[in-house]
């Protein structure tokens, strides 16, 4: 296929195909425990998560965290992320999808902001590694915006156009990061955000992931 033929998907990873809310919610309030914080609400957590992250935590403490509140509270996060999200499944309906997507003639990949060394075997366990161009995770430090992320990882996807390209996550920085990309995007109300927030960026909001290809077919059309 041409360039100017084949529609792409860029899947998120945590929240969209990977259901892993409650090791998040977990994980975040064994974070906040660090500074002695009352524990979240999933529901408060999706009213009031946003990118970057330390700008989550300052509308929670009323200030930004210090570069060392914040390490601190980034590495409790990722250990007891790491330790409970084995018992996560893919969000439902998810290997049919990718299936269907990939058997109709187009192609996805999958841009995360979770690290990249943890993304790669993970996404391999599941067995749908073979659907994607490309699986990239976050390689710097965490904790900050997926745009420039973004640009690069559709500028080493050759064949494939931005302007045929939709970003399905469940963050409104996904919107951000198609937008800055010169891509569109569908956002999913399953994951970090709630419906409200997401449906102030301006893009489709779905609330299943069938929704959001369907929604991508019609975009990329």
Known sequence: MGMRE????????????????????????????????????????????????????????????????????????????????????????????????????????????YGHEELVPLVRTFGIEEHFLRVDGRTGPSGGSKAEHMVRHLSLLTAVDPARTVVIGDAADDAVAARHAGAQAVLYAGGSHSRASLEAVGVPVVDTLAEAVEEARRIAA
Not at 13 to 33: K, P, S
Not at 57 to 65: H, V
Request: hydrophobic share 40%; charged share 20%.
């Open 6 to 113: 084949a529609p792409h998907i860029v899947w998120d990873w945590n929240g969209t195909l990977f259901h892993d809310n409650d090791a998040v919610i977990g994980a975040t309030n064994a974070a906040f425990a660090e500074l002695g914080l009352e524990p979240i609400t999933l529901e408060r957590y999706r009213a009031l998560y946003c990118v970057p992250v330390p700008k989550f935590y300052e509308r929670l403490l009323g200030r930004l965290p210090t570069q060392a509140e914040w390490e601190r509270m980034d590495g409790v996060f990722h250990r007891y992320y790491t330790e409970h999200r084995v018992r996560c499944r893919l969000t439902d309906g998810v290997v049919e999808l990718l299936a269907g997507w990939r058997s109709a003639g187009h192609s996805q990949s999958i841009l995360s902001m």
